[in-house]
């Protein structure tokens, strides 16, 4: 089971850090956690992904739990721009996401 | 630019009519993958390829068959068109073997199809 379980939505205010969190509890040793965002009528797109370590790219970080079942992506400045549906993966199973708002 | 592309943006077809949707992948990724995005349901995963002529169901394969004859072609394909198939469909690829694992997968623009 590929599951994972999000909040189905989430509001911010821009230019503050946002913390979408994530479950992921059936987790095994091997399956990366992966992190794609989907803007209104275009396809999703890469975020970030994780093993084991805290990982940081220049659109977001990713902090992996200790345990591995559970797993927080960061958006450090939240812009407008961030409004989408981000979805918390594994083996490229999606769930519904969670739906972040960003009010000016 | 990397680039996976969809034949079609929106498609309109008659009830029992057989439909194929196109994928193509510039990346020389071995992993493709369709799915179908419902409103309230996410992204559900009908078919999968790790490989030229190798095909897997995913969660929801029932009414679709896939071909995969060339690395960068991927198809879907809809034996009798029904109602129920009314959905935006999404292909994507990942380079490894094996499925996603540790690379990141690139989606195309999806393709809106609707059975009248």
């Known amino acids: 089971d590929a599951k994972t379980t999000q909040p189905n939505s989430m509001e911010s205010n821009e230019e503050e850090p946002v913390h979408l969190p994530c479950n992921h509890s059936t987790i095994s040793g091997t399956d990366y956690i992966h992190w794609y965002r989907q803007l209104p009528s275009q396809g999703p797109e890469y975020v970030i992904h994780?093993?084991?370590s805290n990982v940081n790219n220049r659109m977001a970080s990713l902090a992996i739990a200790e345990d591995r079942k559970s797993s927080t992506l960061i958006l450090h400045r939240a812009t407008l721009r961030d409004a989408a549906v981000y979805y918390c993966i594994r083996k490229l199973t999606f769930g519904k996401g969670i739906t972040l708002s960003v009010r000016p | 630019d990397v680039k996976v592309t969809q034949s079609s943006r929106y498609l309109v077809k008659r009830t029992g009519e057989k439909v194929f949707l196109e994928c193509v992948q510039d990346?020389?990724?071995?992993?493709m993958f369709w799915y179908r995005q419902d409103p309230g349901l996410g992204l559900r995963l009908i078919y999968f390829?790790?490989?030229?002529?190798?095909?897997e169901k995913g969660d929801i394969p029932e009414g679709y068959s896939v071909s995969r004859e060339k690395k960068e072609r991927f198809s879907l394909i809809l034996e009798s068109a029904s109602t129920n198939q009314t959905s935006m469909y999404l292909c994507?690829?990942?380079?490894?073997?094996?499925?996603?694992?540790?690379?990141?997968?690139?989606f195309g623009q999806g393709t809106r199809l609707t059975v009248v």
């Open positions: 994780g093993l084991t």
């Open positions: 990346m020389d990724h071995e992993n």
């Open positions: 994507a690829s990942s380079a490894g073997t094996g499925g996603s694992g540790g690379t990141e997968a690139f």
């Open positions: 390829s790790y490989d030229v002529k190798m095909k």
